[in-house]
């Protein structure tokens, strides 16, 4: 039995999402793909992150943020669903602030992963 499931996420960034996903070392494909929902069923996505079972992830727009779509039961992901979706947060969080620090003219001085995981990250700017 299928066990299909749609889980709101905070993402709205399509191109954060993306570089999130890569530094996970996911491989991901941003052509319109459908993901199979148990036996008859597909449901369409904008990103797919395929799997070996053939059960694929996908990532769908849903009017102003992305839900991620899959099927848990088939979830074959080096980490589990709580886990990919905290170091995903992550790496979106971390490509989003060097986005925006780049807008105001900041650029990256030092990133530093500390041992809880977080990453402290020095930005910095110049005054000509």
Same mark, same amino acid.
């Given at each position: 039995?299928?066990? /299909? #499931?749609?889980?709101? =996420? #905070?993402?709205?960034?399509?191109?954060?999402?993306?570089?999130?996903? #890569?530094?996970?070392?996911?491989?991901?494909? #941003?052509?319109?793909?459908?993901? *199979?929902?148990? &036996?008859?069923?597909?449901? *369409?996505?904008?990103?797919?992150?395929?799997?070996?079972?053939?059960?694929?992830?996908?990532? @769908?727009?849903?009017?102003?943020?992305?839900?991620? @779509?899959?099927?848990?039961?088939?979830?074959?992901?080096?980490?589990?669903?709580?886990?990919?979706?905290?170091?995903?947060?992550?790496?979106?969080?971390?490509?989003?602030?060097? &986005?925006? =620090? *780049?807008?105001?003219? /900041? &650029?990256?001085? &030092?990133? @530093?992963?500390? *041992?809880?995981?977080?990453?402290?990250?020095? @930005?910095?700017?110049?005054?000509?």
């Amino acid at each position: 039995m299928s066990h /299909f #499931t749609k889980i709101q =996420t #905070t993402i709205k960034d399509l191109n954060l999402l993306k570089h999130a996903l #890569t530094d996970l070392g996911l491989i991901w494909n #941003t052509n319109s793909f459908n993901v *199979k929902v148990g &036996e008859n069923s597909q449901h *369409k996505v904008d990103i797919l992150i395929k799997q070996g079972n053939l059960s694929h992830i996908g990532f @769908v727009w849903n009017d102003n943020q992305y839900h991620l @779509v899959a099927d848990l039961q088939l979830w074959e992901q080096p980490w589990s669903l709580e886990v990919f979706l905290d170091k995903l947060s992550q790496k979106y969080a971390y490509h989003s602030i060097i &986005e925006e =620090t *780049k807008k105001q003219g /900041f &650029e990256k001085a &030092e990133q @530093v992963y500390q *041992k809880d995981g977080s990453i402290k990250l020095i @930005v910095q700017r110049w005054n000509y």
